[in-house]
Nanobody
Framework: QVQLVESGGGLVQAGGSLRLSCVAS????????MAWYRQAPGKQRELVAR???????TYTDSVKGRFTISRDNAKNTVYLQLNGLKPEDTAVYYC????????WGQGTQVTVSK
């Protein structure tokens, strides 16, 4: 079965940390560029970070220096380490593979309190 399953979200105080995980199944994980997106209430879904098969990473400006994307091809898993969390990071975080066709996970909620 082709799917992405996220975990690791939760409620954390500002300044805290979380690690999100996304396990892929049914795809050749190692050859895929993987990404994390997020969607806050009333806002459009936005790209947070992306990692290529070779490990090249990109980040949206608002998370640079605080979030880190990584992957473990042996475990078919992509991670997102969230440090220095801010209330504006509150959102549902989604794992994504965009080629050869878009594939999304169900999302995991991250809530950051003041």
């Amino acid at each position: 079965q082709v799917q992405l399953v996220e975990s690791g979200g939760g409620l954390v105080q500002a300044g805290g940390s979380l690690r999100l995980s996304c396990v892929a199944s049914g795809i050749t994980f190692s050859v895929n560029t993987m990404a994390w997106y997020r969607q806050a209430p009333g806002k459009q879904r936005e790209l947070v970070a992306r990692i290529t098969p070779g490990g090249t990473t990109t980040y949206t400006d608002s998370v640079k220096g605080r979030f880190t994307i990584s992957r473990d091809n042996a475990k078919n898993t992509v991670y997102l380490q969230l440090n220095g969390l801010k209330p504006e990071d509150t959102a549902v975080y989604y794992c994504n593979r965009d080629r050869p066709y878009p594939l999304w996970g169900q999302g995991t909620q991250v809530t950051v309190s003041k």
